[in-house]
């Protein structure tokens, strides 16, 4: 089966209007992943360099889990919670205890209403073209960074596992290992995006200076300092800004083409 029918499935699945949509009654869904995922490492194998993109407020105008609140009622609780954890796992945690009883269908539509930045799905199409793997690394959501993944034929999405039970879902969130310190990592950080950066690097033999990211917030910092370019993207951070070699403070992603040879 082709990696373009098997998303078709995927995403027709994700869209059903039907809020009790049960993914684990599709019984070749599992079957279609690994052969997706088989194909993809196959043909991914024989490339030598990356992008990685953030993806609230970076490809999406907007965070998904901000415009959750708008759209459930629940900012001044997730406001709360940010102010007073200071612990990034617990906050993790506790932040996902807000999407408890939402459809994964509902999610989807939330992740369908913020825009994502005009151009970008034939941006990632020639970078593509160039020999480059394109993915994104978020602290966002498997199901909503595998959605945009699909939207825009990326090859790739690391994120937080969000679960669900018969598609609703249950509070719960499983950080994955790959986002942890460990003996090889940049930065002394607990939790830090360039260890699955790293992860995607060891998995393909790619030099870190064969890597390009994008981000906009201090959750990017050290992905930013790390790659082998680094690029701010409509940050308002100034140390994000300092430590980036290039800033877009454009709503574009062109000049990327400009600089991806």
Same mark, same amino acid.
């Given at each position: 089966?082709?990696?373009?029918?098997?998303?078709?499935?995927?995403?027709?699945?994700?869209?059903?209007?039907?809020?009790?949509?049960?993914?684990?009654?599709?019984?070749?869904?599992?079957?279609?992943?690994?052969?997706?995922?088989?194909?993809?490492?196959?043909?991914?194998?024989?490339?030598?360099?990356?992008?990685?993109?953030?993806?609230?407020?970076?490809?999406?105008?907007?965070?998904?889990?901000?415009?959750?609140?708008?759209?459930?009622?629940?900012?001044?609780?997730?406001?709360?919670? %940010?102010?007073?954890?200071? @612990?990034?796992?617990?906050?993790?945690?506790?932040?996902?205890?807000?999407?408890?009883?939402?459809?994964?269908?509902?999610?989807?539509?939330?992740?369908?209403?913020?825009?994502?930045?005009?151009?970008?799905?034939?941006?990632?199409?020639?970078?593509?073209? %160039?020999?480059?793997?394109?993915?994104?690394?978020?602290?966002?959501?498997?199901?909503?960074?595998?959605?945009?993944?699909?939207?825009?034929?990326? @090859?790739?999405?690391?994120?937080?596992?969000?679960?669900?039970?018969?598609?609703?879902?249950?509070?719960?969130?499983?950080?994955?290992?790959?986002?942890?310190?460990?003996?090889?990592?940049?930065?002394?950080?607990?939790?830090?995006?360039?260890?699955?950066?790293?992860?995607?690097?060891?998995?393909?033999?790619?030099? %870190?200076?064969?890597?390009?990211?994008?981000?906009?917030?201090?959750?990017?910092?050290?992905?930013?300092?790390?790659?082998?370019?680094?690029?701010?993207?409509?940050?308002?951070?100034?140390?994000?800004?300092?430590?980036?070699?290039?800033?877009?403070?454009?709503?574009?992603?062109?000049?990327?083409?400009?600089?991806?040879?």
């Amino acid at each position: 089966m082709s990696k373009e029918v098997a998303q078709t499935i995927i995403l027709k699945a994700a869209s059903s209007k039907n809020p009790h949509y049960n993914f684990e009654e599709l019984g070749v869904l599992n079957e279609i992943r690994s052969q997706m995922e088989f194909a993809l490492d196959n043909q991914l194998s024989t490339l030598n360099k990356l992008v990685v993109f953030d993806m609230d407020n970076t490809l999406l105008k907007g965070r998904f889990i901000d415009t959750c609140a708008n759209q459930f009622d629940f900012k001044k609780e997730l406001m709360n919670i %940010r102010s007073s954890e200071t @612990d990034v796992i617990i906050l993790t945690k506790r932040i996902a205890t807000l999407l408890k009883g939402k459809a994964i269908s509902e999610l989807i539509a939330i992740a369908d209403s913020i825009p994502i930045i005009e151009g970008t799905k034939e941006i990632i199409a020639e970078l593509k073209k %160039r020999g480059y793997i394109v993915g994104i690394i978020s602290d966002s959501y498997d199901c909503i960074t595998n959605h945009v993944k699909n939207k825009l034929g990326m @090859d790739f999405s690391l994120s937080n596992e969000l679960e669900f039970s018969k598609s609703i879902c249950t509070g719960e969130v499983k950080i994955p290992s790959f986002l942890f310190s460990h003996p090889d990592s940049l930065c002394k950080h607990t939790l830090c995006k360039t260890n699955a950066m790293l992860n995607v690097l060891n998995k393909y033999q790619i030099k %870190r200076e064969n890597t390009i990211t994008i981000g906009d917030s201090m959750n990017d910092l050290c992905m930013i300092k790390e790659a082998g370019l680094g690029i701010a993207f409509c940050s308002k951070d100034e140390l994000l800004n300092h430590h980036a070699d290039i800033i877009l403070s454009e709503h574009s992603f062109s000049e990327i083409l400009n600089i991806a040879k």
